[in-house]
């Protein structure tokens, strides 16, 4: 398992032709061993790795980041009356399925925010619920289940969960870029046309709540299954 960290460091920057230092906040992806004091040199730098991801040649492809987007020097940044839980915490017309092509990153959690494990679950909240969601997770009915509605099915699961035993709401997001349709297919296959969904987990979106005809639907960010149009 990992976490992860935001480092201090100096950016410099030409402005008006003055350079000026600025800090800047860098994430940092903290394996097993990388060591406090030392992060940028024994850390992997989150950019690094989305630069290493968006480079492979596969036109379908998914990143899955199960750990705190919060921590400081490795450990997460919770408020006094979260850090009894220390111990436990660590994102088109229509294109058939054989021509689209995604590169995903599911993010167990936002940037600053902290994620979770329980030992009731054995795991991780987050990747306890993507796994069930990889089955039970066919949020538009067509036989098929992609890791877009896998992890949808985990958002409210997680979040859910979170907040009844930890009093704190862990929110999945994700960073996509689809062409298409999902092509990322992890049980399943697709046996007929599936009913309406939207999905958008833009930070714009941030709350807003889905209404058609005036009956709510659901708030972003996460699919919302419709009901077909006339």
Same mark, same amino acid.
């Given at each position: 398992?990992?976490?992860?960290?935001?480092?201090?460091? %100096?950016?410099?920057?030409?402005?008006?032709?003055?350079?000026?230092?600025?800090?800047?906040?860098?994430?940092?992806?903290?394996?097993?061993?990388?060591?406090?004091?030392?992060?940028? =040199?024994?850390?992997?730098?989150?950019?690094?790795?989305? =630069?290493?991801?968006?480079?492979?040649?596969?036109?379908?492809?998914?990143?899955?980041?199960?750990?705190?987007?919060?921590?400081?020097?490795?450990?997460? %940044?919770?408020?006094?009356?979260?850090?009894?839980?220390?111990?436990?915490?660590?994102?088109?017309?229509?294109?058939?399925?054989? =021509?689209?092509?995604?590169?995903?990153?599911?993010?167990?959690?936002?940037?600053?925010?902290?994620?979770?494990?329980?030992?009731?679950?054995?795991?991780?909240?987050?990747?306890?619920?993507?796994?069930?969601?990889?089955?039970?997770? =066919?949020?538009?009915?067509?036989?098929?289940?992609?890791?877009?509605?896998?992890?949808?099915?985990?958002?409210?699961?997680?979040?859910?969960?979170?907040?009844?035993?930890?009093?704190?709401?862990?929110?999945?997001?994700?960073?996509?870029?689809?062409?298409?349709?999902?092509?990322?297919?992890?049980?399943?296959?697709?046996?007929?046309?599936?009913?309406?969904?939207?999905?958008?987990?833009?930070?714009?979106?941030?709350?807003?709540?889905?209404?058609?005809?005036?009956?709510?639907?659901?708030?972003?960010?996460?699919?919302?299954?419709?009901?077909?149009?006339?």
């Amino acid at each position: 398992s990992s976490h992860g960290t935001l480092t201090n460091e %100096q950016l410099t920057v030409i402005r008006d032709g003055v350079k000026v230092v600025e800090p800047r906040k860098v994430p940092y992806v903290l394996t097993s061993d990388a060591r406090e004091g030392r992060v940028p =040199d024994s850390a992997i730098a989150l950019h690094k790795l989305l =630069d290493w991801f968006e480079r492979l040649p596969s036109s379908r492809k998914v990143l899955i980041l199960d750990m705190c987007h919060s921590g400081i020097a490795g450990k997460s %940044q919770l408020s006094p009356e979260q850090a009894s839980l220390l111990k436990s915490a660590k994102g088109v017309n229509y294109v058939p399925l054989e =021509d689209s092509s995604a590169a995903i990153v599911l993010a167990s959690c936002p940037m600053g925010s902290s994620s979770f494990e329980d030992d009731g679950l054995q795991n991780s909240v987050y990747t306890h619920y993507l796994l069930k969601g990889m089955t039970a997770g =066919d949020m538009n009915a067509d036989g098929a289940v992609t890791i877009s509605e896998a992890h949808n099915y985990a958002i409210d699961k997680t979040r859910a969960y979170t907040w009844e035993h930890k009093q704190y709401r862990q929110v999945p997001t994700t960073y996509s870029k689809i062409l298409g349709r999902d092509p990322i297919v992890v049980s399943g296959r697709p046996r007929q046309p599936g009913i309406p969904t939207v999905f958008s987990y833009a930070s714009v979106n941030q709350g807003v709540e889905v209404f058609v005809d005036g009956a709510y639907k659901g708030m972003l960010p996460k699919g919302i299954q419709l009901s077909p149009g006339k």
